[in-house]
C-alpha cells in the first residue's frame, strides 16, 4: 500500500514539474541570450510582408483588405501576378514587383490556403531524409516547387535585373508555406546563379515570415547570409519538427497537437533528436520579435533579437494562447512596423543623448 503511494506521489510530483516548466515556458525565452537587431537590418521586413499581404488582392488599385497605413506601394510596378490556376498548384500564388525607390526585385509568395488540395500535396510530398541537397537535407516537395518556379520565372526574373543596369537586389520573401518556397527558391538560386544572368550572391536575400522547418541545420547556417527567419513570438510553425502535413491536418485541433508534441519531446532526450542530421529547421539568421514578458499582461513595445543560433533553434512548443494568432502575416506585419519605429526612437534618443553629453563636456573644458 506505501509503495503504490509513493510510486503516485512521484508520478504526480513528476507531471506536476513537467506542466509547470510547460506552462511557465514562453517564447521570449527563446532568444533571452540574443542581441537586439539594428534599425538598418529589421527595416524591410514590415515592408516586405506588406507585399506578400499584396498578393490575397485581385486589384491593388481598389484593395478589398488592406493593412494599417495601407499597402504603400505603386501598382503599375507590379510586372506580374500570379494566381493557382496559372501555377496548377505546383506553387502558391505570388507576384513579382520592382522597387524602383529601393533598387529591389521581389518575388513575394502567399501562406498556405486551407481551401486548397494543390497546397496540401506540396506538404505531403516529403518523408524524414527523403531529400537530399548541397550536403544536407530539405523538404523534397518545398524544393520541387522553387525548382519549377525558377524554371518559370527566370526569365522574367534575369530580363527585370539586366534592364536596371544590374543594379537591383533580388529579394524572395514567403509567409508559412510560401516562406519555405521562398527560402529554398533562394538557396537554388545561390547555387546557379547563371540561371539569373550571375547575379551575386550579395544582390540575393531571402525574408521568410513565419518560416516553414525546411532544411537541415547545416545549410539553415550555412544559408545565414542570404535568409532571413522572421519569427513573432510564440508562432507554432518554427517550433515543431512535426511533419508539416500532420500540423496542417490538424490545424481546427491544433491545441491538442500542441500537447502530444510536448508530451513527445518531454520523453525523447534532446540530444538524440539533435543529433539526427536529417531533421528540418527553420532557415538562415533568426529573428525574434518579442511584444509579450512572462508574468505581464498586455503586449509592449516590441524589440527583434537576432542570432544565427545552433543550439536552441526553436526547439520547444510554447503552450500559448498566441501560439497560432502569431503566426498571421498581418500580426506579423504590424509587429514589425511598431518594432522597426520603437527602434528608431530608441535610437534617436540614445544619440540625443550623446550628442549633449558631448556638448556638455565641451562647455566645461572651455571654461575651464
Not at 79 to 92: C, D, H, I, M, W
Not at 121 to 131: D, E, V
Not at 165 to 192: C, Q, R
Request: hydrophobic share 40%; glycine share 6%; with cysteine.
Amino acid at each position: 500500500m506505501s509503495v503504490s503511494c509513493g510510486v503516485e506521489c512521484v508520478v504526480l510530483l513528476g507531471c506536476s514539474r513537467w506542466a509547470w516548466k510547460r506552462c511557465t515556458y514562453v517564447g521570449s525565452h527563446d532568444s533571452e541570450s540574443w542581441p537586439l537587431a539594428t534599425p538598418d537590418e529589421f527595416e524591410p521586413v514590415p515592408r516586405v510582408c506588406r507585399l506578400i499581404l499584396a498578393v490575397y488582392e485581385t486589384d491593388l488599385k481598389n484593395p478589398q483588405f488592406p493593412p494599417e497605413g495601407g499597402y504603400r506601394l505603386n501598382p503599375d510596378w507590379v510586372l506580374k501576378r500570379v494566381t493557382y490556376e496559372q501555377t496548377s498548384g505546383r506553387a502558391p500564388p505570388y507576384i513579382i514587383y520592382a522597387d524602383h525607390d529601393r533598387k529591389e526585385i521581389v518575388l513575394a509568395i502567399r501562406g498556405l490556403n486551407l481551401a486548397k488540395d494543390s497546397d496540401y500535396k506540396l506538404l505531403l510530398n516529403n518523408r524524414l531524409g527523403m531529400q537530399m541537397f548541397d550536403g544536407g537535407y530539405v523538404h523534397h516537395g518545398l524544393l520541387k516547387s522553387a525548382v519549377w518556379l525558377l524554371n518559370e520565372e527566370s526569365e522574367t526574373l534575369k530580363r527585370v535585373w539586366e534592364e536596371t543596369g544590374k543594379e537591383y537586389e533580388m529579394i524572395f520573401a514567403g509567409h508559412s508555406l510560401g516562406s519555405g518556397v521562398a527560402a529554398l527558391l533562394t538557396v537554388v538560386v545561390v547555387n546557379h546563379r547563371n540561371s539569373l544572368g550571375g547575379i551575386p550572391r550579395s544582390k540575393v536575400r531571402c525574408y521568410a515570415m513565419a518560416p516553414a522547418r525546411c532544411m537541415s541545420l547545416n545549410l539553415a547556417v550555412k544559408y545565414a547570409d542570404v535568409i532571413h527567419s522572421i519569427v513573432l513570438q510564440d508562432d507554432f510553425l518554427p517550433r515543431t519538427a512535426t511533419p508539416l502535413e500532420d500540423i496542417f491536418k490538424s490545424i481546427f485541433c491544433l491545441p491538442c497537437l500542441l500537447f502530444l508534441v510536448c508530451l513527445r519531446d518531454t520523453f525523447i532526450p534532446e540530444g538524440r533528436k539533435l543529433r539526427d542530421p536529417r531533421r528540418l529547421y527553420a532557415p538562415g539568421r533568426m529573428y525574434h520579435i518579442i511584444e509579450r514578458k512572462f508574468c505581464r499582461c498586455g503586449r509592449f513595445p516590441p524589440e527583434v533579437r537576432t542570432a544565427i543560433p545552433v543550439d536552441g533553434r526553436f526547439e520547444h512548443i510554447v503552450l500559448s494562447c498566441n501560439a497560432t494568432s502569431d503566426h498571421g502575416i498581418i500580426w506579423i506585419e504590424r509587429e514589425a512596423e511598431k518594432a522597426v519605429e520603437f527602434c528608431e526612437i530608441n535610437i534617436g534618443t540614445h544619440y540625443d543623448e550623446i550628442f549633449q553629453h558631448i556638448v556638455s563636456c565641451t562647455l566645461i573644458f572651455c571654461c575651464q
